[in-house]
C-alpha cells in the first residue's frame, strides 16, 4: 500500500468519525426535543383542566 492509499483511508476514518459524532448530537438533541415536548403536553393539560376548574366555579356566580 502506497502513502496516497494511507492516506486516503486515514481522511475516510475522520469523515465516518465526524459523521457518528453529528449522529450522536441529533440522537440527544430528539432526546431532549421530545422531553420538553413532554413536558409541554403536561402543562397543557394543566391549564385544561385549570380552565375547567374555573369554569364550574364561575357558574355559580352565573345569574338568570
Known amino acids: 500500500m502506497n502513502t ?3 492516506m486516503e483511508k486515514f481522511q475516510e ?3 465516518s468519525a465526524g ?8 440522537a440527544q ?5 421530545s ?3 413532554k413536558e409541554t403536553a403536561g402543562a397543557a393539560q394543566n391549564l385544561e383542566n385549570l380552565a375547567q376548574s374555573m369554569t364550574r ?6 345569574t338568570s
Open 4 to 6: 496516497l492509499d494511507e
Open 13 to 15: 476514518g475522520l469523515a
Open 19 to 26: 459523521i457518528a459524532q453529528s449522529i450522536e448530537k441529533i
Open 29 to 33: 438533541m430528539v432526546e431532549e426535543n
Open 35 to 37: 422531553a420538553a415536548s
Open 57 to 62: 366555579t364561575a357558574s355559580w356566580f352565573k
